[in-house]
């Protein structure tokens, strides 16, 4: 597919002080116009369905859903947008779950200004953006793996439950969790009585801190 002569970017991130900054970086290029914008994971799943646009720049942590899971939602449900992760963390976790829901690129928020521009057209070329610290892990870890004869780990929770424990861990009620993610309260019981059994976890305490650990919420 042709790269369009102007862009139009979906910019999701929960700070608004940071969206109006990466903004400004964007909408200095003449081929790159911001269209929308989003404060969290399913107001940028509801924008994306509804805009006309050629790219989504997601932050990774947000409310009731992440970047990642709002990625892994947009590649089912608008696989021709192309879609970019953005983080404050150097964190090789979530490199590579980016790589897995289909990212084109993950870039550093504290080299945005350095480096988004030059993501955003890779990503509309049809062409990964890797940041140097996300290429020595790429490198390091297929090395390593080679070396074993092993495969990447598989996450032990599904899609799913990954959203069902991060609104758990936001603190909504399991009537509230069913309306975000359009399921029943039934199926949200199900779901978090699964993932207690598979962490091996008692109660919402324990879940909220996997959350923290597996980067679902922010401490």
């Known amino acids: 597919m042709p790269t369009p002569l102007k862009a139009r970017i979906l ?20 081929d790159l116009e911001v269209a929308a914008e989003a404060s969290d994971g399913a107001e940028a799943i509801e924008r994306a369905l509804h805009t ?11 409310p009731r ?12 449900q608008r696989p021709n947008l192309k879609v970019l992760m953005l983080s404050m963390h150097d964190n090789e976790q979530f490199f590579f779950e980016a790589l897995k829901v289909g990212a084109s690129g993950y870039v550093l928020k504290t080299a945005a200004d350095e480096d988004l521009v030059a993501a ?8 990964p953006f890797l940041y140097p610290g996300a290429v020595r892990a790429l490198i390091r870890d297929f090395l390593e793996r080679g070396s074993r004869g092993e495969e990447m780990p598989e996450d032990p929770l599904t899609p799913r439950e990954l959203e069902v424990v991060k609104l758990i861990a936001e603190g909504h009620t399991t009537k509230e969790i069913a309306q975000v993610l359009v399921i029943s ?35």
């Open 120 to 127: 955003c057209r890779a990503a509309l070329r049809g062409e």
């Open 52 to 62: 006309d646009l050629d790219l989504a720049v997601l932050d990774v942590s947000m």
């Open 65 to 76: 859903l992440t970047g990642l899971q709002a990625a892994r939602r947009l590649r089912t």
């Open 11 to 30: 910019l999701a991130d929960d700070h608004a002080l940071v969206r109006e900054g990466l903004r400004l970086i964007l909408e200095r290029q003449p």
């Open 185 to 219: 309260e039934n199926t949200v019981e199900r779901h978090r009585s699964n993932v207690l059994d598979k962490l091996g976890l008692r109660d919402r305490v324990a879940l909220a801190l996997y959350a923290v650990r597996r980067g679902l919420i922010e401490p």
